[in-house]
């Protein structure tokens, strides 16, 4: 198996078995590859996958490691139709802010975070996130506490809806930095 210090590979089986394909750069689709994902290897770099082909439907960001079955991901099934290279993650651990807002287009109450919150009922009284601006560096928020459930790959910028970083519903249980380890 060839090397690259930035390379996915993909397995049709759990445990690292079963056909499977390495992965250099984005790919929009990966069925033609694969008919299934049950296990996951992440050389180097870090990745967002796709439920669905043309990087739609639910995202996973994952980081160098292992990944032996879909849960390990927080995957919901073995469907993985798209993936693509984080390139920019250039933001020490840090250079990282992010505001959040209760309503949308930054109205009612704001709080900014420099931490990863595993628990955003903690610090934040409200259930729902409806806008946000990552300030410096790069955010995962996860519908629940604890890095669990969907996840949502929030770049720097200006986020005025919750269905601007992907998210059907502004529930955010807890959210955590993306650093290049």
């Known amino acids: 198996m060839a090397t690259s210090s930035l390379q996915i590979s993909f397995y049709e089986d759990k445990n ?5 394909f390495e ?7 990966l069925s033609s590859h694969l008919s299934r994902c049950n296990s996951i290897r992440v050389e180097g770099g870090i990745w967002v996958l796709y439920e669905r ?5 639910y995202q996973y960001v994952l ?24 390139r920019h993650v250039s933001s020490p651990p840090n250079r990282h802010r992010v505001r959040i807002y209760e309503r949308a287009d930054f109205d009612g109450q704001m709080m900014e975070f420099s931490e990863d919150q595993p628990n955003l ?8 996130v409806n806008s946000a601006h990552v300030q410096d560096g790069m955010w995962v928020f996860y519908e629940q506490p604890n890095y ?3 996840q949502y790959l929030l770049e720097k910028g200006e986020y005025r809806r919750h269905a601007e970083w992907g ?11 993306v650093v290049d380890y």
């Open 121 to 128: 009922q903690d610090r934040w009284r409200y259930r729902d």
């Open 23 to 29: 992965c250099t750069n984005d790919c929009p689709e």
């Open 167 to 177: 998210a059907l519903h502004p529930t955010v249980g807890s959210m955590r930095r």
């Open 63 to 86: 980081v160098q490691g292992e990944y032996p079955n879909y849960q390990s991901w927080n995957g919901f099934n073995d469907t993985i139709r798209s993936c693509r290279l984080i």
């Open 53 to 57: 082909a043309q990087y739609m439907g």
């Open 148 to 150: 669990r459930g969907r």
């Open 16 to 20: 690292y078995q079963g056909r499977y």
